[in-house]
């Protein structure tokens, strides 16, 4: 019994120092200049990921929204062994908008939710179509309207596919942003703004596919390897 008492006290002794020092690390970074903070940040993970390329491969800018549907909780590398054989049956805009929606299943059933995904996807190819003229729109608006797209479908292809300033918040962009002390919210549309606030819009884009490669390579959700981590000396580490 008093082993178990001792035992109790002491894990609850580590619960409020480990929360003190979240929390002290909380206020140094509020303290810290932000400018001069997201400038480190942004050198530091452009030194170690010099490539910010969205992991998806596609050709066309269509292809890149339909493969970004169906990585809807579903992994880039999953998607892009489903992708080969899609749109090689599917070459064009026009293929999808008039296929057997059964056909497009099959192909990606693999990456989960595939029925709501290849309907989408024929839809999406048929909206193209008929009120774009073939042609992935550039603007925010005009994109959401397209069936399944949200805003992070959205943001990514007006950052890569157009140049546009945009801030794709995906879960490891939830994750780092707040870890890095940028955020303390898991509301994605809040980070987005968030986020567009503190980056320069230059940059934007390119941070957040940088944040996609840390957050696996290194700062993963279960088991950060923050001696390895680069961001290490600056990074108030809020869990």
């Known amino acids: 019994m008093v082993n178990f008492v001792a035992s109790s006290v002491l894990l609850w002794y580590n619960f409020i120092k480990t929360a003190a020092k979240n929390a002290q690390r909380k206020r140094e970074v509020i303290k810290l200049d932000k400018k001069t903070y997201i400038e480190e940040l942004i050198a530091a993970l452009e030194k170690d990921y010099p490539a910010a390329e969205c992991s998806l491969v596609y050709e066309k800018a269509y ?14 590398e999953r998607v892009n062994k489903i992708t080969p054989a899609l749109f ?3 070459p064009s805009l026009e293929a999808f908008a008039e296929a057997d929606l059964s056909r497009v299943e099959e192909l990606v059933r693999s990456c989960g ?4 995904k290849a309907r989408d996807i024929v839809l999406a190819a048929q909206m193209l179509l008929r009120e774009f003229g073939g042609r992935v ?25 157009y140049g546009k300033p945009a801030v794709v918040v995906d879960t490891h962009c939830i994750r780092l942003s707040n870890r890095l002390g940028l955020v303390s919210t ?40 923050c001696g390895l981590c680069s961001l290490n000396g600056i990074c108030p580490k809020i869990v």
């Open 113 to 116: 939710f595939y029925r709501t």
């Open 186 to 225: 898991k509301d994605p549309e809040k980070i987005e703004t968030a986020l567009r606030a503190l980056l320069p819009p230059e940059k934007s884009n390119d941070f957040c596919h940088r944040l996609v490669l840390h957050g696996r390579a290194v700062c993963s959700a279960r088991s950060p390897r």
């Open 88 to 90: 090689e049956e599917f």
């Open 137 to 161: 729109p550039d603007t925010m608006e005009d994109l959401l309207r397209l069936p399944g797209v949200g805003r992070k479908t959205a943001n990514l292809i007006l950052g890569d596919v």
């Open 63 to 76: 292809e890149l929204l339909f493969a970004t549907r169906l990585a809807a909780q579903c992994t880039d």
